[in-house]
């Protein structure tokens, strides 16, 4: 009896040691996870801000060619050249603009690293779990789990296997369309048996 309670004590023991090793591993990829994108988002700040300057310059280009058109009146060939210059500014603008606060291309992946969130599934509540998961490793996702509520007794107010929500890094989203890392956690909670 002795031997068959020291066994069984050392299987538990073994059992809780490959346990903590387990939440220990994912414990250290999560943090991996956050630092990598981290290090992504202070990349694409960097990158938007070495266009302020453009456009701050662009907006002072403009405005000293607005000066010469009113100083000019409307025959001066300084007011001509102020319009000109002004129209030069709202281009420069615009394209600057879009290269500051633009929307990423409508590819699934951007540079390898960011994923689209599929537009067209919403509302969330009518997909079946199993569709939901196919659409988003379709888009790329590679960090995505799913959780039974174990909610459903007779089927009847809920069905089995509907999604409730989906999480993006914690977050509860309602729609789709928008950027994030394709290794971002994902969290698509189902009702179920």
Known sequence: ???LKAQEDFRLE?????EEEKEEAER???EKQERELNALEDEKARKKRKWVPWFCGTVIFGAI????MALGGFTNSASIVG????IAAFCTAYFVYGRIFGQKPTD???DGDYVLFPKGMEPFNVLDFGEALTKLKEAGFNNITCRNLHDVRLGILTQ???VQNIRVSGKIIYSGGSWYPKYIPIMIT???K
């Open 83 to 86: 319009m000109v210059v002004v």
């Open 108 to 110: 699934y992946e951007v």
């Open 160 to 162: 089995e296997g509907k």
């Open 1 to 3: 009896m002795g031997r």
């Open 190 to 192: 189902y009702h179920g």
């Open 14 to 18: 073994q059992q809780r040691l490959e």
């Open 28 to 30: 250290q990829l999560r």
């Open 65 to 68: 060619g607005l000066l010469m």
